[in-house]
């Protein structure tokens, strides 16, 4: 069963934004470390943000430091990923991913540490 729903995806031109959100659906997101990752065809899976579930860890990939922003509202059981200044590299399914456990308070970017995945939303950025 699917617990995590990403959204926010789209097609966008260079330069552009997009937030991207991940809402549990009968998931406590909000006891969970939350990680973003993005995968472009014939590429393989890489990490692009995570944070704790208390929100005080943060780590970001080298390549989007600066543009993306990681985040998370507990009250509404949702995590967020804010992208400015999109380039057409960035383009690939992004996925939300949870751990929870002794885990969660030390989010990093290597998909094997999550347990739990949503399906992915799509962002594609035209040159």
């Known amino acids: 069963q699917v617990q995590l729903v990403e959204s926010g995806g789209g097609s966008v031109q260079a330069g552009g934004s997009l937030r991207l959100s991940c809402a549990g659906s009968g998931y406590a997101i909000s006891s969970a470390g939350i990680g973003w990752f993005r995968q472009a065809p014939g590429k393989e899976r890489e990490g692009v943000a995570a944070?704790?579930?208390?929100?005080?860890?943060?780590v970001y990939a080298d390549s989007v430091k600066g543009r993306f922003t990681i985040s998370r509202d507990n009250a509404k059981n949702t995590a967020y990923l804010q992208m400015i200044s999109l380039k057409p590299e960035d383009t690939a399914m992004y996925y939300c991913?949870?751990?929870?456990?002794?885990?969660?308070?030390?989010?990093?970017?290597?998909?094997?540490?999550?347990?739990?995945w949503g399906q992915g939303t799509q962002v594609t950025v035209s040159s």
């Open positions: 991913a949870a751990v929870k456990g002794w885990r969660a308070g030390s989010p990093n970017l290597e998909p094997g540490t999550y347990t739990d």
């Open positions: 944070i704790s579930a208390g929100g005080t860890r943060i």
